[in-house]
């Protein structure tokens, strides 16, 4: 697939770039996808929530009263489940949510992702886009020009570019990453995905 590159006024340049079948054209594997935004997310949570179960709870492990011959159920400690004030019963526990999944699969959820992008006609490719300092105002300047002011975009960068990030970060809508940091979660929660030209090669390196 080719593509026009245009430049931060929105208007085409000259020049073109050829997107790699092999990462922007192959057949996506929903399931793959699937996996990989599940793992992303999964390893968002905190993953802190607890409760005290009787081990925990403060209060006096006595016997409250003896085994038998009281007509009632049987009761331990006051820390017991089953009074009030006592620990919790199979309350929630810290935990660590993430799951392992293997590179390959990860990778073929992004070529996935990039497939429905680029097939979806959802990618555009832009010259280059530099900053001296955060400046939301110019940054947002950029994103009306180019017509994605009502779309939810994607800037992948060939590198971390501090001050293009901190201009972001105040804009509805706009998110900013570097081409190492990509993941199948950002490709699919944006509408429109903006590469800067320098780092298409950057990804096809990465995924192949």
Same mark, same amino acid.
């Given at each position: 697939?080719?593509?026009?590159?245009?430049?931060?006024?929105?208007?085409?340049?000259?020049?073109?770039?050829?997107?790699?079948?092999?990462?922007?054209? %192959?057949?996506?594997?929903?399931?793959?996808?699937?996996?990989?935004?599940?793992?992303?997310?999964?390893?968002?949570?905190?993953?802190?929530?607890?409760?005290?179960?009787?081990?925990?709870?403060?209060?006096?492990?006595?016997?409250? =009263?003896?085994? !038998?011959?009281?007509?009632?159920?049987?009761?331990?400690?006051?820390?017991?489940?089953?009074?009030?004030?006592?620990?919790?019963?199979?309350?929630?526990?810290?935990?660590?949510?993430?799951?392992?999944?293997?590179?390959?699969?990860?990778?073929?959820?992004?070529?996935?992702?990039?497939?429905?992008?680029?097939?979806?006609?959802?990618?555009?490719?832009?010259?280059?886009?530099?900053?001296?300092?955060?400046?939301?105002? @110019?940054?947002?300047?950029?994103?009306?020009?180019?017509?994605?002011?009502?779309?939810?975009?994607?800037?992948?960068?060939?590198?971390?570019?501090?001050?293009?990030? !901190?201009?972001?970060?105040?804009? =509805?809508?706009?998110?900013?990453?570097? @081409?190492?940091?990509?993941?199948?979660?950002?490709?699919?929660?944006?509408? =429109?995905?903006?590469?800067?030209?320098?780092?298409?090669?950057? %990804?096809?390196?990465?995924?192949?």
């Amino acid at each position: 697939m080719e593509l026009k590159v245009v430049d931060t006024n929105g208007k085409e340049t000259s020049g073109k770039v050829k997107l790699s079948d092999e990462v922007f054209g %192959i057949e996506p594997n929903d399931h793959a996808i699937y996996l990989d935004v599940k793992r992303y997310l999964a390893a968002q949570r905190q993953g802190t929530s607890a409760s005290k179960h009787r081990g925990i709870v403060s209060g006096s492990t006595k016997k409250l =009263k003896r085994q !038998k011959g009281t007509g009632g159920a049987r009761i331990g400690s006051i820390k017991s489940p089953l009074l009030r004030g006592g620990g919790r019963a199979f309350g929630p526990e810290p935990r660590d949510y993430t799951f392992k999944l293997n590179a390959k699969v990860k990778a073929l959820a992004r070529k996935s992702a990039l497939s429905y992008k680029a097939k979806e006609k959802n990618i555009i490719i832009l010259n280059d886009l530099k900053m001296d300092a955060p400046k939301t105002k @110019a940054l947002n300047i950029v994103r009306t020009a180019m017509n994605l002011a009502s779309e939810k975009v994607l800037f992948v960068l060939p590198d971390n570019r501090t001050s293009v990030v !901190k201009s972001a970060r105040n804009l =509805k809508d706009l998110n900013v990453v570097a @081409a190492s940091d990509l993941n199948t979660y950002q490709i699919m929660n944006a509408g =429109k995905l903006v590469i800067l030209e320098a780092a298409v090669n950057k %990804i096809e390196t990465l995924l192949n």
